[in-house]
């Protein structure tokens, strides 16, 4: 089951995003309604999704197996619906399972928009979550802020160096961990530039 909502662009569908949020959150996050409308507006079928766990119940952790397989049901259904390409958004929890699901199979997505990625929990550097990284054939754009716990921008610089994919990093000054909407216009532009190189 996917439980979300789609957001239609004027023209006929070519290209779609599916867009979920962190550990904490749910596909109602300001972001990612931000993000939706902005990519709708820009010509991209969106669909922002709750991930199976939040589907389950209203608070409570994560099921990583269960929502990497959700995630694989949002990219499914948004070709079901005539998208020719389909990308994957995520939102710090969001972004890490769908890069690793990316990192299991790279046909699922064209590319990848990994928001505000948790490197490590805040204050363990010393405990990465890349192991993945270097079987990441999936290019990936990252938008990441500078006053996030989760990573600083050198720590994460130099652990998306072991992506062998194309890769990007975008720097929100000022930012902390879960990127504000008003952002949204910004990150949009930028990897619709990003996945039309």
Same mark, same amino acid.
């Given at each position: %089951?996917?439980r979300?909502?789609l957001?239609?662009?004027?023209a006929?569908?070519?290209a779609?995003?599916?867009?979920t949020?962190?550990a904490?959150?749910?596909c109602?996050?300001?972001?990612l ?5 902005? !990519?709708?507006?820009a010509? %991209?079928?969106?669909?922002r999704?709750?991930?199976p ?6 608070s409570?952790p ?8 959700g995630?694989?049901r949002?990219a499914?259904? @948004? ?13 710090s929890?969001?972004g890490?399972?769908?890069? %690793? ?7 699922v ?5 990994l ?5 490590h ?5 010393e405990?990465?979550?890349?192991? *993945? !990284?270097?079987?990441?054939e999936?290019p990936a %754009?990252f938008? *990441?802020?500078t ?13 998306i ?7 990007? @990093?975008e720097i929100?000054?000022?930012?902390p961990h879960?990127?504000?909407a008003?952002?949204a ?5 930028r990897?619709?530039e990003f996945?039309a190189r």
């Amino acid at each position: %089951m996917i439980r979300g909502v789609l957001h239609q662009p004027a023209a006929s569908i070519d290209a779609a995003i599916a867009i979920t949020h962190g550990a904490s959150g749910n596909c109602n996050a300001p972001l990612l309604v931000a993000l939706a409308d902005a !990519f709708a507006d820009a010509g %991209m079928l969106a669909l922002r999704y709750d991930l199976p766990y939040r589907q389950q119940r209203p608070s409570g952790p994560p099921s990583p197996a269960r929502d990497r397989e959700g995630i694989r049901r949002a990219a499914a259904a @948004l070709r079901q619906l005539g998208a020719q390409r389909v990308f994957l958004c995520g939102s710090s929890y969001g972004g890490r399972q769908s890069s %690793m699901l990316a990192a299991e199979d790279s046909n699922v997505a064209r590319a990848l928009l990994l928001l505000s990625y948790p490197l490590h929990l805040p204050g363990k550097p010393e405990k990465p979550r890349t192991d *993945h !990284f270097p079987n990441l054939e999936t290019p990936a %754009m990252f938008a *990441h802020g500078t006053r996030d716990a989760f990573g600083s921008i050198d720590e994460l610089r130099g652990a998306i160096a072991a992506i062998p994919a194309r890769h990007q @990093l975008e720097i929100a000054e000022g930012a902390p961990h879960g990127l504000p909407a008003k952002l949204a216009p910004w990150i949009v532009s930028r990897f619709v530039e990003f996945v039309a190189r």
